[in-house]
């Protein structure tokens, strides 16, 4: 698992999270904008690649693995 800082230094990169069977899918593909410390953890903003010009949100207790690509 990342911490907070791990994640808000790959703003701005293209990123592949890993997220857990929780979550809608298996993986998130895209351009991580930016951040949002809410009050029970990080969300991050991503321009997914299949979707360009739309915004997916994704709370870091779904992500397993944060990578740039």
């Known amino acids: 698992m ?3 800082d791990s994640f808000k230094a790959l703003v701005g990169k293209r990123v592949v999270l890993d997220l857990t069977s929780a979550a809608d ?3 998130a593909r895209g351009k991580l904008l930016g951040t949002i410390d809410a009050a029970d953890g990080l969300v991050l903003i991503v321009e997914l690649d299949e979707a ?6 994704v709370h ?3 992500v397993t ?5």
């Open 2 to 4: 990342s911490t907070s």
């Open 25 to 27: 899918s298996a993986i």
């Open 60 to 62: 870091t207790h779904h």
């Open 65 to 69: 693995n944060a990578r740039a690509v």
């Open 52 to 57: 360009p010009g739309t915004r997916r949100s």
